[in-house]
Structure formats: structure tokens, C-alpha cells
């Protein structure tokens, strides 16, 4: 059975940063594609990272350049590292496994499994 376990969620202040957790069990980080995926209120779940069992990583526009998406085999986590946060980051968080998709200028990563609870990121301006 595959569990995804995320957590490090919290209130920041806009301009700071928080890194988010993914514990998996049941599936290897290493051997999967792995994603961060976010959902606003009234807004679809989008990814916004991912990280390519091959090691290559994958960012929507939105936050390249601020966010990083890692994994640690040895652990089987991904963490989400986010600097420079703003009000539109604000979101609940997921991750999962996922087909990724590629196209000629963007991406995409098709969840393989049940959602976890996610957590919760609030950026105050």
C-alpha cells in the first residue's frame, strides 16, 4: 500500500522560505517520478516540480527559480525547498508519484496514486 506523508507547512511572511517534506512508503522515491502539486482554494491541483527518476527537474513558471524539488534515496522523501515566497504560494500542497509528460514547451506529471492530507502553506504579505 502507498503512503504519501507530507508535512512542514506553516504561516510565512512574504520573501521567506519553508521546505516541505514527502515520506513515502510503499513505492522508492528514487525509482518513481516524483512531484510537488498545489491546490488554491476554488482552484484545480496543479503540479509545480517535479523530479524525473533519472534525476532531471521540471518547475512550473510560476516558481522556477525559487522553488527546488530534491529527493533522498536513503530516506525515500522528496522535499520541496521554497525561498522567496508570495501570497499567490499560498496553497495546500501534495505530492505523489506520477507519469510525466512532456511537451515541446511545458510539462506535465499524471498522479499514480491516492492523494495524502497535504499541508497547508499560508504567505501573509
Known amino acids: 500500500q502507498v503512503q504519501l506523508v507530507e508535512s512542514g507547512g506553516g504561516l510565512v511572511q512574504a520573501g521567506g522560505s519553508l521546505r516541505l517534506p514527502c515520506a513515502a512508503s510503499?513505492?522508492?522515491?528514487?525509482?518513481?517520478?516524483m512531484g510537488w502539486y498545489r491546490q488554491a482554494p476554488g482552484k484545480q491541483r496543479d503540479p509545480v516540480a517535479a523530479?524525473?527518476?533519472?534525476?532531471?527537474?521540471y518547475y512550473a513558471g510560476s516558481v522556477k527559480g525559487r522553488f527546488t524539488i530534491s529527493r533522498d534515496s536513503a530516506k525515500n522523501t522528496v522535499f520541496l525547498q521554497m525561498n522567496s515566497l508570495k501570497p499567490e504560494d499560498t496553497a495546500v500542497y501534495y505530492c505523489?508519484?506520477?507519469?510525466?509528460?512532456?511537451?515541446?514547451?511545458?510539462?506535465?506529471?499524471?498522479?499514480?496514486?491516492?492523494w495524502g492530507q497535504g499541508t497547508q502553506v499560508t504567505v501573509s504579505s
Open positions: 523530479i524525473a527518476s533519472y534525476g532531471t527537474t
Open positions: 505523489n508519484a506520477g507519469h510525466l509528460v512532456r511537451y515541446s514547451s511545458t510539462w506535465s506529471l499524471r498522479p499514480l496514486y491516492s
Open positions: 510503499g513505492i522508492s522515491c528514487r525509482m518513481n517520478n
